[in-house]
């Protein structure tokens, strides 16, 4: 019953559950569609909140200076993942405008050439979150799974 247990034990139940699915979804990002970013980034916006929110029960690994990592961590995550949104969207607006004349079409080409750099920007996030430990930052500890990039560097934060 919820109503029985104690706050302290259902927000540390909670945000373990919610840093999970993130650290699971990070691992995959590359093969995220724009939609499923989305989902990612409004997931690490309410893992965000909630730590803010159950802060005061000080919680294990919510305060300190690990807590201010994982913090900074989340914030860095949920602005990167907001602005592969962002170029998405404009993304599909350009598509719109391609149809419209000639000179269109030019800038349109060169929209492509952008589309493309956003990609490799997707890859290079995507590398960069595991190589500088997101899981552990999360986490607050070396990620235990096997092959998990992210436990190269225990508790670093993305940088």
Known sequence: MLRQRPARAFAQDELQRRTRKIIKRVRKLEQLDARRRHKLRIAVKKLRY????FASLTLDGSHGKAGRKVDHALKRLQGALGDLNDMRAHAQRAQGFARANTAS????????????????????????????GACDALLSRPCARDGCAASMRAGAAIH
């Open 50 to 53: 909630g730590r803010e929110f």
């Open 105 to 132: 079409r030019k800038a349109f080409a060169a929209g492509v050439l952008i589309g493309a750099t956003m990609r490799l920007q997707v890859r290079s996030l995507a590398k960069r979150l595991k190589r500088e």
